[in-house]
C-alpha cells in the first residue's frame, strides 16, 4: 500500500492480514554485500516495542528478477498469529546463517514499516417478514 502525501512524499508500507498467506516484494539486492544471503526480519510493535524474528532463506525468494526486486510468501499465522495487530517498524538483514535471530553486526538492506491488521469482520444477514399494520 502506497500513499503519496503533500510535497510528494512518497511513502510505502507493507500490510499484512492475519490468516492469509501473502507475497511481499522488497528490494534487498541494492545494499546486498553477500553472494547468496538469507535474510533476517525483525519487526518491532511502535506502540508495545515487542519483537518479532524471522529468517527466510535465500531460496525463499520466489521473485523472477532478483537483481531488480526480491519477493517473499509470508504465512501470517506462522509469525504473527498471536502479535498484536498495529503497526510495526521492520528492518531485514543479510547473513550466511540460516538461524541467527541476533541482528548485532549484520548489514541492514532495508527498512521500513508494516501495518498489521486482524482478519476480515463477517456479518450474519437476517431476513424477516414485517407485516404492517394501518389504522384509520
Known amino acids: 500500500m502506497c500513499n503519496i502525501l503533500p510535497f510528494w512524499l512518497f511513502i510505502c508500507m507493507i500490510r ?3 490468516g492469509d498467506t501473502q507475497n511481499i516484494i522488497l528490494t534487498l539486492t541494492e545494499k546486498q554485500l553477500l553472494t547468496n544471503p ?3 526480519f525483525v519487526f518491532t510493535n511502535r506502540s508495545a516495542n515487542t ?4 529468517v527466510l532463506l535465500n531460496n525463499a525468494d520466489v521473485s ?9 510468501s509470508i504465512v501470517t499465522n506462522t509469525n504473527f498469529g498471536t502479535a498484536l ?5 521492520y528492518e531485514i538483514y543479510e547473513q550466511t546463517s540460516t538461524t541467527n535471530t541476533n541482528p548485532a553486526g549484520l548489514n541492514m538492506v532495508e527498512s521500513g514499516i508494516m501495518e498489521l491488521v486482524g482478519t476480515g469482520l ?3 444477514e437476517y431476513s424477516t417478514t ?3 399494520t394501518i389504522r384509520q
Not at 523472477?64 to 517473499?72: A, P
Not at 495487530?85 to 517498524?89: A, E, K, L, P
Request: aromatic residues 26%; glycine residues 4%.
Open 16 to 18: 499484512l492480514t492475519k
Open 122 to 124: 463477517s456479518y450474519n
Open 38 to 40: 538469507n535474510y533476517l
Open 64 to 72: 523472477q528478477y532478483k537483481s531488480r526486486y526480491n519477493e517473499f
Open 130 to 132: 414485517d407485516t404492517y
Open 85 to 89: 495487530n498495529g503497526q510495526y517498524d
Open 51 to 54: 519483537e518479532i524474528k524471522f
